[in-house]
Each structure stands twice: as structure tokens, then as C-alpha cells.
């Protein structure tokens, strides 16, 4: 019965990829404000006030995005990765039937 239809089982939906989870968390509002001020911050300091280091500070905002984006969607991947490995631990279970008074 198995070699003829297959194994009786719901297929796994694929896990969300981590470009996905990182594309999800830059949706947050303060995040997207928090890059259009690093963008703004970073036109004023290099093309209005001409300072050496008038890109530092938009720099700097930019950087902090990435790393609360990163930090975020690695622990979401990982969180996820747990939870699909203790579900299948759950689903992993030995059936038995009785067939024609046969225990299969």
C-alpha cells in the first residue's frame, strides 16, 4: 500500500526563509522611520553641512537598523526551527490497527 500511494502524512509547509523574516521586520513603522531619518541625516551632514565626518551620524542609524533587523529575524528563524523539530516529535507516534483480527 505504501510503494502504491504513498506515505499517509500532511506535506510540511517549507520554513520562511530568513531574507523573508528580515523583509517582515524592516516593515515595522518605527523601523522605516528610523531609515528615512539616517537617509535625511545623511544628505544634510554630507551634501549641506560638508563636515568630514557628516556621514557618521546616518551611519550610525543605518547600522542600528541592520543590527535590530538581524537580531530579529535570526531569533524569529530559530524560534521557528524549534517549534517545526518539537512538532514533529509530537506527530512521531507508532498507530496500531487490527485488520482481520491481525495486528498490524
Known amino acids: 500500500r505504501v510503494e502504491a500511494f504513498g506515505r499517509n502524512e500532511m506535506p510540511l509547509e517549507p520554513q ?20 528615512c531619518a539616517a537617509v535625511v541625516s545623511l544628505v544634510i551632514g554630507v551634501f549641506i553641512e560638508k563636515e568630514p565626518l557628516g556621514w557618521l551620524e546616518g551611519t550610525a542609524i543605518l547600522t542600528a537598523v541592520v543590527v535590530v533587523v538581524m ?3 535570526v531569533n524569529d528563524y530559530q ?3 524549534q517549534f517545526r523539530a518539537l512538532n514533529a516529535q ?7 490497527v487490527l ?5 498490524f
Do not use: Y
Open 16 to 35: 520562511t526563509s530568513l531574507l523573508e523574516l528580515m523583509w517582515n521586520a524592516l516593515q515595522d513603522p518605527t523601523l522605516v522611520f528610523l531609515c
Open 71 to 73: 537580531v530579529g529575524s
Open 79 to 81: 524560534k521557528e526551527a
Open 90 to 96: 509530537k506527530d512521531d507516534m507508532t498507530v496500531h
Open 99 to 103: 485488520r482481520g483480527g491481525k495486528k
